[in-house]
């Protein structure tokens, strides 16, 4: 694949994530979904990349990619409060702005 520019990251906290508090309430667990990154449809068009498939992010993490036409080009929107997606390893200080390479990785590398 070809190599492509960064994204910038936007971190966001979902209403229901998997987090401490949750695991205490099976009730309320159920409704957190599965965790996933999301870009925008014309970003995973460049890049090969459609709704489902799982890339690899900065070398270090693996996530489930959603396309979201409401997330702006050049963007990537990380979830946080996932174990799944442990974007604490992207670094101790989370900013806005964060450059992200991500590759598609096929699923016999998952």
């Given at each position: 694949m070809a190599q492509t520019e960064s994204l910038l990251a936007t971190f966001?906290?979902?209403?229901f994530d998997h987090g401490e508090r949750m695991k205490h309430?099976?009730?309320?667990?159920?409704l957190a979904q599965e965790?996933?990154?999301?870009?925008?449809?014309?970003e995973g068009s460049k890049r090969g990349i459609q709704s489902g498939d799982t890339?690899?992010?900065n070398n270090l993490i693996h996530a489930k990619v959603m396309?979201?036409?409401r997330v702006a080009d050049g963007t990537i929107v990380l979830p946080l409060?996932?174990?799944e997606v442990p974007v604490h390893e992207l670094g101790t200080q989370l900013l806005?702005?964060?450059p992200i390479?991500?590759?598609?990785?096929?699923?016999?590398?998952?």
């Open positions: 966001a906290h979902a209403l309430n099976p009730h309320v667990i159920q965790p996933h990154v999301r870009i925008n449809p014309g890339v690899h992010i396309l979201d036409a409060g996932f174990e806005n702005g964060l390479t991500i590759e598609k990785i096929s699923k016999d590398q998952i």
